[in-house]
């Protein structure tokens, strides 16, 4: 299963990719940063100050073995944030086994996809970009690393992509498709970190009020508009409470 789900990945990448050149060297850089952080970053963060990782292997093993015992998952009053990555931490465990640096192959390979989401925006919305752009997308050493660990950051990154990419295509052609794309994307995002759900429901009911000024849909665009505000005060509301 995981050799099928990372074969896919990597097809993924490099069918959508600006070249296969930069789509090898994306994939490079990414297996370079899981291996220096397996290596040496995460012993010395372990040692000196504890590791969120060990944390999501713990709940995640008992998970995993909770799914292959009862066939169900363990049941919390909080099943956002950290619990919801150890759900999916326990879920790999039970399809690939209790090994975090098969997650973070997988996790670095999510987030691979979403720096790729959001580059095709960039470019399919406004038609020209810039190399410092791609590089900073692709290359940035702060997100390779944080976006290939053991952690909530890669799927959070990716999500992200995915709603960049659903913005866009909704402001541009206000398809009902992009729409719940956007709506998805904030559900995701929701469950894995709530406060980054309300930053991104505020920013895409600005776009949306502002696009409904000029756009032919305008009663598309303002539906759009109050529906995401609303979804901003209710999500801001619930972590307030």
Known sequence: NFVVLVAWILIWLFRNAESPQIAAALVAARLGTVLVATILIEPYYLSATGLDAELYHSMGMQIS????????????GLNWGTNSYAIYTGICYLLFGPSQLAVKLLNTGIAAIGSILFYKTYVWYYGTTSRILRLLLFFSPTLL??????????????????GYWGTARFAKEG?????????????????????ICCVYLGAL???????????KRATTMRFAAVSCLA???????????
Do not use: E
């Open 231 to 241: 979804l901003a005060f209710l999500a801001g509301n619930f972590l307030v409470h």
């Open 65 to 76: 073995q909770t799914l292959r015992a009862n066939g169900t998952l363990p049941i919390t």
């Open 205 to 215: 009911s600005v776009v949306f009020i502002v696009r409904s000024l000029s756009a």
């Open 145 to 162: 690393y944080w976006s290939s660990i053991h952690g909530k950051d890669p799927l959070t990154f990716f999500f992200l992509g995915l």
């Open 175 to 195: 398809s009902k498709r992009s729409f719940i794309t956007c709506l998805f994307s904030a559900f995701c995002l929701f469950l894995i970190r709530p406060h």
